[in-house]
Each structure stands twice: as structure tokens, then as C-alpha cells.
């Protein structure tokens, strides 16, 4: 079965650094889109950044652009997403997810079918 498996959050000081893993299994990964969101505290689930599956495209929301960046690594299963120069309002819980195919916007939830279970970063000021 399809599984999506989230590492790497925690707390860390304002201007820091993170590194969020997601580990996929049960289908083939290179074939397939993968995004990030987040859900801050009191918020809905928000789009943060995605990578296509044909040519590693990559697509940010405007409030991390040239702050986070999303990679893949398809010998491993993984997708990453490093975060620089983190601010308290990047405090939510990270979830990656993986996009339908043939599925419209990107910066859609509802085109995405498998979720994580999250990973919580917490930035303090």
C-alpha cells in the first residue's frame, strides 16, 4: 500500500534551518508529482512548494521563494524539502503528498490522493 512517511521537524530558532524528509513506498515514485503543504495553528492546509515527476519542476508559494527549496531523490524514494532563514510564521505541521496524475493545480489539496502523517516545525522568535 501507498505510504508517506515524514521526518525532520522540530524546534528551531528564527533564521534557522530544517530539513524535511519524505520517505514514500508502494508505488512507483519517479512516476509520480509530489508537494508539500503545511497547517498552521488555527489555519487551513496551505501549498508550500512542489517538484513534477518529468523534468523536477519545481513551484513555490510566494511567502517561502528563495527560502525553501524542494528536491527528490528517486534512488532513495524521497522527497525533501530544506527550509533556510525560517521565520515564527513557518510554525505549522509539514505534510508531503503525492499528486494524481492527470490532476489540475498544483496548488490544489484535492489533487492530491496519499498524504503523510505530518511533521511539526515549530520556529521561535
Known amino acids: 500500500q501507498v505510504q508517506l512517511v515524514e521526518s525532520g521537524g522540530g524546534l528551531v530558532q528564527a533564521g534557522g534551518s530544517l530539513r524535511l524528509s519524505c520517505a514514500a513506498s508502494g508505488f512507483t515514485f519517479s512516476t509520480y508529482g509530489m508537494g508539500w503543504f503545511r497547517q498552521g495553528p488555527g489555519k487551513e492546509r496551505e501549498f508550500v512548494a512542489r517538484?513534477?515527476?518529468?523534468?523536477?519542476?519545481?513551484n513555490y508559494v510566494d511567502s517561502v521563494k528563495g527560502r525553501f527549496t524542494i528536491s527528490r531523490d528517486n534512488a532513495k524514494n524521497t522527497v525533501y524539502l530544506q527550509m533556510n532563514s525560517l521565520k515564527p510564521e513557518d510554525t505549522a505541521v509539514y505534510y508531503c503528498a503525492r499528486k494524481m496524475k492527470g490532476s489540475g493545480d498544483y496548488q490544489d489539496l484535492n489533487n492530491y490522493d496519499y498524504w503523510g502523517q505530518g511533521t511539526q516545525v515549530t520556529v521561535s522568535s
Open positions: 517538484i513534477r515527476w518529468t523534468d523536477g519542476f519545481t
